[in-house]
T-cell receptor, first 112, second 112 residues
Framework: EAQVTQNPRYLITVTGKKLTVTCSQN?????MSWYRQDPGLGLRQIYY???????DKGDVPEGYKVSRKEKRNFPLILESPSPNQTSLYFC???????????FGPGTRLLVL | EDQVTQSPEALRLQEGESSSLNCSYT??????LFWYRQDPGKGPEFLFT???AGEEKEKERLKATLTKKESFLHITAPKPEDSATYLC?????????????FGSGTRLQVQP
């Protein structure tokens, strides 16, 4: 089944403790992206990647890092999480020749 | 700055009662307008992409239309399983990062 998977789905952590949220897709998509969803603000793009080793900032990149060493994986790294990063995070992917992005199931993060 | 405004914020319908959801947008050159459905605790599920004014697309009880300033999602004879949050998003032309700018969504509840 074609899909985008994320792990973990739920995470509670404390301020300053480094964490990684993984994202993987099995559709051979070149483009991958991370969004965060907050009440009243909609989904906002954090980082994106056009292909392996090509990443760039989205609208709200502060406090996040990403890497793209393999085509299928695009992990999101929070090196020193803060409470304002409590949110619902979604990974998305698409073919470069298509505008349609397909989303993962989401990761709900709580930073205490 | 690209903007998307959805109305109403919430809508309660009786089963079989048709209605429309509105998405008003401003964008610096439209590459595409997207409708997604989001169920609680899940990622956005792709419904439609519209590219130019006058375009229409249909899927089961849903029909999406597009003008130069807004899009409508018409729901004909809805069923309880149509209950979800419907998200509208735009993608601007000429931006390599392909970010989707989302509205805050319309929460639809269809009562039996």
């Amino acid at each position: 089944e074609a899909q985008v998977t994320q792990n973990p789905r739920y995470l509670i952590t404390v301020t300053g403790k480094k964490l990684t949220v993984t994202c993987s897709q099995n559709m051979n998509h070149e483009y991958m992206s991370w969004y965060r969803q907050d009440p009243g603000l909609g989904l906002r793009q954090i980082y994106y990647s056009m292909n392996v080793e090509v990443t760039d900032k989205g609208d709200v990149p502060e406090g996040y890092k990403v890497s793209r060493k393999e085509k299928r994986n695009f992990p999101l790294i929070l090196e020193s999480p803060s409470p304002n990063q409590t949110s619902l995070y979604f990974c998305a992917s698409s073919l470069l020749g298509s505008e349609t992005q397909y989303f993962g199931p989401g990761t709900r993060l709580l930073v205490l | 700055e690209d903007q998307v405004t959805q109305s109403p914020e919430a809508l309660r319908l009786q089963e079989g009662e048709s209605s429309s959801l509105n998405c008003s947008y401003t964008v610096s050159g439209l590459r595409g307008l997207f409708w997604y459905r989001q169920d609680p605790g899940k990622g956005p599920e792709f419904l439609f992409t519209l590219y130019s004014a006058g375009e229409e697309k249909e899927k089961e009880r849903l029909k999406a239309t597009l003008t130069k300033k807004e899009s409508f999602l018409h729901i004909t004879a809805p069923k309880p399983e149509d209950s979800a949050t419907y998200l509208c998003a735009v993608q601007a032309r000429g931006t390599g990062r392909r970010a989707l700018t989302f509205g805050s969504g319309t929460r639809l509840q269809v009562q039996p």
